[in-house]
């Protein structure tokens, strides 16, 4: 079955860096756009980011540009979001996700709390 398993996240200061990543099984990786999502306090859950089938079409949030990098790896199963000057505002439970057909998967999601 279709399984993502998120890890990385943590405590970390205003203008910290965080790497989470994101493992996949169960589908054929290389051929799915890959995506992170994020759900802060309060919020809704928005798009993060999101990296085609070869890492070549990568889109980000406004919020994130400059700031966050994703990066997969077709022969790990693997895609990262790299977090660089990271503000209070990204405190979030971060998620994996894939979308198979019209079913949208997630993984557990991994906590970021951006505090001083």
């Known amino acids: 079955q279709v399984q993502l398993v998120e890890s990385g996240g943590g405590l970390v200061q205003p203008g910290g860096s965080l790497r989470l990543s994101c493992a996949a099984s169960?589908?054929?990786?290389?051929?799915?756009?890959m995506s992170w999502y994020r759900q802060g306090p309060g919020k809704e859950r928005e798009l993060v980011g999101s990296a085609t089938t070869f890492g070549g079409g990568i889109k980000y949030a406004d919020s994130v540009k400059g700031r966050f990098t994703i990066s997969r790896d077709n022969g790990k199963n693997t895609v990262a979001l790299q977090m660089n000057s990271l503000k209070p505002e990204d405190t979030a439970v971060y998620y994996c996700?894939?979308?198979?057909?019209?079913?949208?998967?997630w993984g557990q999601g991994t906590q970021v709390t951006v505090s001083s």
């Open positions: 996700n894939v979308k198979l057909g019209q079913k949208p998967y």
């Open positions: 169960g589908f054929d990786f290389s051929r799915y756009v």
